[in-house]
C-alpha cells in the first residue's frame, strides 16, 4: 500500500534543543500534511506541503518538502515543554481519490 | 466558529453490543471523514462523507458503516463489537470539495472501551 513511514517514534530533548522528525514514502506525494496531537488531545492541522523542495516557517518550526517529493521533514528549533506531542505527516492518494494515510507519529518529550 | 464535535466522549460496551457515534461538523463543512486511532495500529482512516454520499472507504470490516445527514452531520456505528474496537474514534471535517484534500478539522474524539 501506499504508506508513509515515520521516523523516530520516540525523541526525548532536553527543553532548548533541535528536534527532527522525517516522513519518508516510496511513491512520490502529491502532497503532505502534518499535524500535532497534544498528549489526551486530538490531531491538530500544522501545514500542509505542495511543491517540490518547498520549505515554510511557523515560528521555531521549519517543514520541508524533498526535491524528489518523496519525503518531508519538520524540524524544531529550540524546543518548549509546549512542544510535547505526538506529530504525524499526512500523505493523500493522488488521482482525485480522498483516502488519507497518516504516518505512524513521532512523540516528543521535554524533560526541562 | 464552533469546532468540530463528537458524541459521546467515552462509553464503555460489551462484546456483541452495537455503537452508534455523532460528528457535527464546522458549520459550511460538507466533508466529514472518519478515524480509528489505536496505539498499535495509529491513525486508520474509516471513511468519508460528502453530501450524503460515501466517496471513499478505508479498509475495514462491513461491520462499520456510517452515514451523513441532509445538515452535515454524521454518524457512524460499528456492530457486533469486538475487543479489538477498543480505539479512539475521530472525526473531522474539511471545507473542501474536490477529492485532494484540505486541511482537516480534528473533533475531539470519542473513545470507545469494549469489555
Not at chain 1, 11 to 24: I, R
Not at chain 2, 3 to 17: F, H
Not at chain 2, 53 to 76: L, V, Y
Request: aromatic residues 12%; glycine residues 10%; proline residues 4%.
Amino acid at each position: 500500500g501506499q504508506q508513509v513511514m515515520q521516523i523516530p517514534q520516540y525523541q526525548h530533548v532536553q527543553e532548548g534543543e533541535d528536534f527532527t522528525t522525517y516522513c519518508n514514502s516510496s511513491t512520490t506525494l502529491s502532497n503532505i500534511q502534518w499535524y500535532k496531537q497534544r498528549p489526551g488531545g486530538h490531531p491538530v492541522f500544522l501545514i500542509q506541503l505542495v511543491k517540490s523542495g518547498e520549505v515554510k516557517k511557523q515560528k521555531r518550526l521549519t517543514f520541508q518538502f524533498g526535491e524528489a517529493k518523496k519525503n518531508s521533514s519538520l524540524h524544531i528549533t529550540a524546543t518548549q515543554t509546549t512542544d510535547v506531542g505526538t506529530y504525524f505527516c499526512a500523505r493523500h492518494a493522488s488521482g482525485g481519490s480522498y483516502i488519507p494515510t497518516f504516518g505512524r507519529g513521532t512523540s516528543l518529550i521535554v524533560h526541562p | 466558529k464552533a469546532g468540530v464535535t463528537q458524541t459521546p466522549r467515552y462509553l464503555i460496551k460489551t462484546r456483541g453490543q452495537q455503537v452508534t457515534l455523532s460528528c457535527s461538523p464546522i458549520s459550511g463543512h460538507r466533508s466529514v471523514s472518519w478515524y480509528q486511532q489505536t496505539p498499535g495500529q495509529g491513525l486508520q482512516f474509516l471513511f468519508e462523507y460528502f453530501s450524503e454520499t460515501q466517496r471513499n472507504k478505508g479498509n475495514f470490516p462491513g461491520r462499520f458503516s456510517g452515514r451523513q445527514f441532509s445538515n452535515s452531520r454524521s454518524e457512524m456505528n460499528v456492530s457486533t463489537l469486538e475487543l479489538g474496537d477498543s480505539a479512539l474514534y475521530l472525526c473531522a471535517s474539511s471545507s473542501h470539495v474536490t477529492g485532494s484534500a484540505g486541511e482537516l478539522f480534528f473533533g475531539e474524539g470519542s473513545r470507545l472501551t469494549v469489555l
